[in-house]
């Protein structure tokens, strides 16, 4: 009975640990959501990449096209290696390289990333669109190459 409470408290651990860890593993990064927003008026794009799969949308009114996309083995792991490259923990303490979205010089844009299926996200302050804060930016512009 010792040993079986030993066990699930181990496992607990380590299941914790990985929740709060900063960067996406291998293997974490199939659980991890990354979700992207870029706005001003007249326009409005967002994508979200979770599990192998990107989805984006186009337009904020509900009959928009949506669009999805699968992605190969070697585009997913590609990202997957530019997403350990981050420390997803700081994004929301990163700063905009530039601030055109203010007055209308640039969409506005924000990214979410989620590291654990329902677990807590983090997001990044506004920049401008196509023009992130560095740590970030060729991971969002490797999207960025995937998009239509």
Not at 53 to 75: C, F, H, M, V, Y
Not at 115 to 144: C, M, R, W, Y
Request: net charge neutral.
């Amino acid at each position: 009975m010792k040993l079986k409470m030993l066990l699930i408290s181990l496992l607990a651990l380590s299941s914790m640990r990985n929740c709060h860890s900063a960067k996406p593993t291998a293997e974490t990064c199939l659980n991890a959501t990354w979700k992207y927003q870029a706005f001003t008026r007249g326009f409005y794009e967002t994508w979200e990449l979770h599990n192998r799969e990107l989805t984006i949308k186009k337009g904020s009114n509900p009959q928009a096209e949506t669009r999805k996309i699968t992605l190969e083995d070697g585009t997913w792991n590609e990202l997957c290696a530019l997403a350990q490259k981050v420390e997803w923990s700081t994004l929301p303490d990163l700063k905009a390289p530039s601030s055109k979205h203010r007055y209308d010089g640039a969409a506005g844009a924000t990214l979410e990333v989620s590291l654990v299926p329902e677990g807590p996200a983090v997001q990044s302050v506004t920049f401008d669109h196509n023009n992130a804060p560095g740590p970030i930016q060729p991971f969002l512009q490797k999207i960025e190459s995937l998009i239509p």
